[in-house]
């Protein structure tokens, strides 16, 4: 069964320090990878997509994430955190058909 | 461009009570989602239409949960009876024809007492 791990539920930061958050996922074959923040009380936003191509992809906010087929793993990474990056993360597979499976998330918060 | 919108976005009723949540998705969205989020857990999803078809309802617990999206536009989600494991957050997501992202609704925060 298709499945993705975030092995970290919380992760504390200092502000300006790098972040990395690591994902993991189980399929056969190469599925969409998405990673999601969400605040409190909002929903879920889109911070970058994976189908193809380049291994390492741009999202919004200054974050990136680099695909590791070998690794089967979707980390996302910022070179240096904002306290406004503070939320919860979110990675998903797509397999196919559109449904997405989330992991269960990572929890960031971000120290003065 | 509007967003997803979702109503209400609190409801606390008493379990065996009924509830409905409704959707209006992006307009010209074709396919739209229904996902639980419980405390603590990633969204997983319920219920997926394409237009006012079902495409995969296999994790609706189909005993108490019912969803329509009549005229392929907006949807309702019910639920009837509550229970108190039913408490968690209710997110309705439409995606266009040709694109893979999801966009979400802010959500509607069930409390089941």
């Known amino acids: 069964a298709q499945s993705v791990t975030q092995p970290d539920i919380h992760i504390t930061v200092s502000e300006g320090a790098s972040l990395e958050l690591r994902c993991n996922y189980s399929?056969?074959?190469?599925?969409?990878l998405f990673w999601y923040v969400q605040s409190p009380g909002q929903g879920l936003q889109l911070l970058l997509k994976?189908?193809?191509?380049?291994?390492l992809v741009q999202g919004i906010k200054g974050f990136e994430a680099e695909f590791k087929r070998s690794q089967s793993s979707f980390n996302l990474r910022k070179p240096s955190v904002h306290w406004s990056d503070a939320a919860e993360y979110f990675c998903?597979?797509?397999?196919?058909?559109?449904?997405?499976?989330f992991g269960q998330g990572t929890e960031l918060s971000v120290k003065p | 461009e509007a967003g997803v919108a979702q109503s209400p976005r609190y409801k606390i009723i008493e379990k065996r009570q009924s509830v409905a949540f409704w959707c209006n998705p992006i307009?010209?969205?074709?396919?739209l989602y229904w996902y639980q989020q419980i405390l603590g857990q990633g969204p997983k999803l319920l219920i997926q239409?394409?237009?006012?078809?079902?495409?995969?309802d296999s994790q609706l617990p189909k005993d108490r949960f019912s969803a329509e999206r009549l005229k392929g536009v907006d949807s309702t989600l019910k639920i009837q009876p509550a229970k108190l494991e039913d408490s968690a957050v209710y997110l309705c997501?439409?995606?266009?024809?040709?694109?893979?992202?999801?966009?979400f609704g802010p959500g509607t925060r069930l409390t089941v007492l």
């Open positions: 997501a439409s995606r266009p024809t040709l694109n893979n992202e999801q966009f």
């Open positions: 399929y056969g074959a190469t599925p969409y």
């Open positions: 994976y189908f193809s191509g380049d291994t």
């Open positions: 998903a597979v797509e397999p196919q058909g559109g449904k997405l499976i």
């Open positions: 307009s010209g969205h074709a396919t």
């Open positions: 239409f394409q237009n006012n078809g079902v495409v995969d």
